[in-house]
Structures are given as C-alpha cells and as structure tokens.
C-alpha cells in the first residue's frame, strides 16, 4: 500500500482496534498469571510469539535480515524488552490493571523527557512541555487516589513504571543504533529471541512456574503470543509505514484509557470521578505531547 500523508478512516480503524487490543491484554495478562508464573508466563509468551513469527517470515517470505551487523544492539533492545515485560508482568501480579495501565502507557512523557536532552531536533516545546506537565500530574493524581490506591500496591506500581522506562529505552535503542535499519521482522525476531531464552532462565527464581492453569490460562497466552506479541505488533509497524508517525503517535491516549474502562468492566476494579479526572489529564497530555505540527512543502 502507498504511503499516505494523513490519517484516513481505515487507519483510524486500524489504529482503534490496536489500541484496544493493547488495552485488553492488561487484563488478559493478569488473568493469566493466576496460571502461571508471571516471569514463566511472559517467557513463554515469546517463546510462542517467535514460533509465530516463523512461521510469518515462512509464508510471506520475508527473510530476517541484518541480524549479523545489528548484534551488539540487537541483544541490548533483547535485553531492555526482557526486562520491560518482567516487569509488567510482575506488577499486575500485586496490582491494579487501571493503576498499571496509567503508570506503563505513560511512556511518551518519559520517552519526551529523555528525547529532550538526547537526541538531536527533540527538543520540548511549549505546547509538548505543557502536555508533560499535565499527564505527570495526572499520573500522580491517579496514583494518589483513595479507592484506587486501597486496590493497588506501591510494589506493584513502581514496577509497571520501570516497564514504561524500558519501553521508552527499547524506542531511544532503535532510534540511536543500527536496529533501525532492520526491518520488522529483524527487530521482532530480536526482541522475541532474547526475551524468551532470558525470562524462561530466570522464572524459577520467581516461584511456582505453573499455577495450575486451566483452558482459560491457555486461552489468554495464546491471545497474547499471536494477537499482541507478534502479529499485533507487525499490524503496527505496517501502519507505521503507511502512515505518519505523528498521526499514529496521536492515538495512544486510547490504550491507558480502554485499560481503564476493561479492568472496570471485566475485573470489577475501583474507578471514581477523580480517577477519571486524572485519566483525562494523562490522555490529554499524551495528546499534546505526540501531536507533531505538518511541515508545509514547498509548490
């Protein structure tokens, strides 16, 4: 498909259902940890999303490329993907999907505040600065809220944010190294690889590996290995390339959101108006600071 320099309904659509899809997994993954491990769990994740990312690159022939001249930092977006999952993972295990969701979808607010004192042309402007401001404040104001933080520990929370700064490491390793040269496939591969030998090593100093999972359990890890951890994120990336990034950067206010309303609706967890307002901070602020001004082309 060519690319296309605005957002059209299509890719709206598009961008909607992936949101919504990253929303639900908060939930499914802390469904799931009742039958697993939460560390085992996310390793075999990726052990189970990469054997769907062979069989992808088999059927469309897609050959996984520039894995030899991408190693160093390929292990090192491995690593910081292992580490951000073994953190989520963990986190929802002791709390809330809503308290998770707010703490680990605030990765543009540390990803922008990085960006702004590492990379050439990021710098904050007024407009992205105020988004800053908002969606930290909203971030503390959810974090502070009576209802939510009796259902939330300060445990699990600190290790949803740890996740988000993984995640905001993990964009900053593409961006700085030769991993953003590779294609999907290559940057999948590397961090479904790394993942799935690291968290499967490290699961038994975690506890239990089973929890005595049923077909529920099962169901949720197969959502998760193919919807979300593969061809999820390949559907991303080939919007990515149809689309502008800041027009897809606009959109990830939807998925803190939708978490919120899944784990109320689903999970039965607490959610007041100054939760809500809070939320509305984190959405917005996220808006202002994705939201990137067109450059006008000469005629």
């Known amino acids: 498909m060519a690319r296309k320099d605005s957002m059209d309904l299509p890719g709206a659509a598009g961008m909607v259902a992936f949101a919504s899809m990253l929303a639900l997994n908060q939930v499914v993954i802390k469904v799931s940890n009742g039958g697993f491990g939460p560390v085992f769990g996310a390793g075999v994740r990726s052990v189970l999303a990469l054997l769907v990312l062979g069989l992808w690159v088999v059927l469309m022939k897609r050959p996984l490329t520039g894995l030899r001249q991408s190693l160093w930092p390929g292990l090192m977006l491995g690593l910081f993907f292992s580490a951000e999952f073994l953190f989520l993972f963990i986190a929802l295990d002791h709390t809330t999907v809503s308290r998770s969701a707010i703490l680990f979808y605030s990765m543009p607010v540390w990803l922008a505040l990085i960006a702004h004192f590492t990379l050439p042309g990021e710098t904050l402007s007024s407009r992205r600065a105020l988004g800053l401001v908002l969606a930290m404040a909203g971030v503390v104001w959810a974090l502070l809220d009576p209802a939510s933080l009796r259902a939330g520990s300060l445990f699990g929370d600190t ?15 593409v961006r700085l190294t030769k991993v953003s040269d590779l294609p999907p496939e290559s940057q999948l591969f590397w961090q479904l690889a790394v993942s799935a030998v690291v968290l499967v090593v490290l699961a038994p100093l975690f506890g239990p590996l089973m929890r005595a999972p049923t077909w529920v359990h099962w169901a949720g890890m197969g959502y998760q290995a193919v919807l979300v951890a593969s061809l999820g994120f390949l559907f991303w990336l080939r919007l990515m390339s149809i689309y502008p990034a800041s027009d897809i950067a606009a959109f990830s206010f939807l998925s803190p959101v939708l978490a919120v309303g899944f784990g109320w609706a689903l999970l039965g967890e607490p959610v007041g108006p100054g939760f809500l307002g809070a939320l509305g901070l984190v959405a917005v602020g996220i808006v202002l600071i994705n939201i990137r001004r067109k450059r006008v082309q000469a005629i």
């Open 159 to 173: 290790l949803a944010l740890l996740g988000a700064l993984c995640w905001a490491a993990i964009a900053l390793t």
